[in-house]
């Protein structure tokens, strides 16, 4: 049974809010996100790269803001590529960014000029970020930007206690911790005909990844100047919650 774009995006929809149980303020991330991305590639037509893209959720409010974006769409879970694919129709690439060979499976042979991603790449353990992060830095063009929104601890515990307090008192203003959650999304999806295939798909991969790689900010910072970036530095943050920016 084909996966219809309809059905894609009600889905895509209801990840979208569910993820908001988390992330109270996630367009806001988008939106900044988005701005960087327009004011740095200076240009209506950018090639951008999402990486760990999910449903696409990032990728589209790109293309919404830039609608000649090229966006690539990196990431190896089949459900999530499958909505994106039929709801928004990017290109996509299915592989693991813990595998060094994801960068060869892109289909491109030009300078990217931004890589994003957001609430993904804290699944790696810091020498696999490393790694990825070195990638990118080869992919950039000079000028280009590397986008990454995400939870990044601080190495003072006293810091990140009180930027958990203030990421839980926005949960609780905003009234979203009785939203549907991640574990809930993913059991109703299994029922969905349309996605049988790919939710088989899933089960038979059945790959593992931390909750947590262990990477905090400030490590962060300097893995991306290690990378080569040439400017590295936070754009936005609320709490733990921060978007990093890194100019090749």
Known sequence: ?????????TWIERWDRQQ???????ETVF??????????????????????????SLGARIRDRLPR????GVDTDPVLLALADSAYGFELVDHNLTDPTWIAALPISEPVDAIVSTTALHWLYPDQLARVYAQAASLIRPGGILINGDDMVTVDADIDLLER?????????EGVGDREDWAQWWTAI??????????AE???RAWEHPADGGTGYEQHLNLLREAGFR??????????????????
């Open 69 to 72: 974006a090229r966006v690539i």
């Open 190 to 199: 299994t029922d969905e005909p349309q996605l049988a295939a790919a939710v």
């Open 31 to 56: 939106a900044v996100i988005a701005d960087a991305v327009v004011a740095q590639t200076g240009r209506p037509d950018p090639l951008v790269i999402d990486l760990a893209c999910g449903p696409g």
């Open 202 to 204: 899933r089960d038979n």
């Open 165 to 173: 307090a203030i990421g839980s008192g926005q949960i609780d203003r």
């Open 1 to 9: 049974m084909q996966l219809t774009t309809a059905t894609a995006r």
């Open 231 to 248: 400017t590295v530095s936070p754009i936005w943050q609320y709490g733990r919650r921060r978007i990093v920016a890194a100019v090749r």
């Open 20 to 26: 908001e149980r988390y992330l109270p303020d996630r």
